[in-house]
């Protein structure tokens, strides 16, 4: 049995680092491993208990980031029916990085909204995203 497309996923530690003026917070520079390219850059806000599923990129690659507050990304694999969960933000500041082909949603966990960064590698167009409701797939949003 090959390796489920869910390892390709990367997750990063960032940095934030505290400052007497306000914290710099680390996203990506173009010589970490995860960097993709450049395509465009885009920010989205969701706001809590809010859930934009499912979608999946076909050419983008992402490297997401939540600078403010809190979000669950959750993963699907058509091949082995399987799902990957992680949650990033305040708590833990990380980037996860995704390549192209694979299902994914997200919940907002933080109140009123939270941030997230999208650092891919070409710019957002519509012929490469396939999108379907959430009740196409067997994921209970409610869970902790």
Excluded: C
């Amino acid at each position: 049995m090959g390796m489920s497309v869910l390892n390709t996923i990367k997750i990063t530690s960032l940095s934030r680092i505290s400052t007497p003026n306000g914290d710099v917070l680390h996203a990506l520079k173009n010589d970490d491993k995860e960097f993709f390219g450049f395509g465009e850059a885009y920010f989205s806000w969701i706001n809590i208990d809010t859930v934009k599923a499912w979608k999946k990129h076909n050419a983008m690659s992402m490297n997401l980031i939540v600078p403010y507050g809190n979000v669950r990304f959750v993963f699907y694999d058509e091949s082995t029916d399987n799902y990957r969960v992680e949650e990033i933000g305040d708590k833990r500041y990380a980037r996860l990085s995704v390549p192209s082909g694979i299902w994914f949603g997200f919940k907002g966990l933080f109140s009123p909204s939270s941030l997230i960064l999208n650092i891919a590698n070409i710019k957002h167009e519509v012929y490469e995203v396939q999108k379907l409701a959430q009740t196409n797939f067997n994921y209970d949003w409610s869970l902790g």
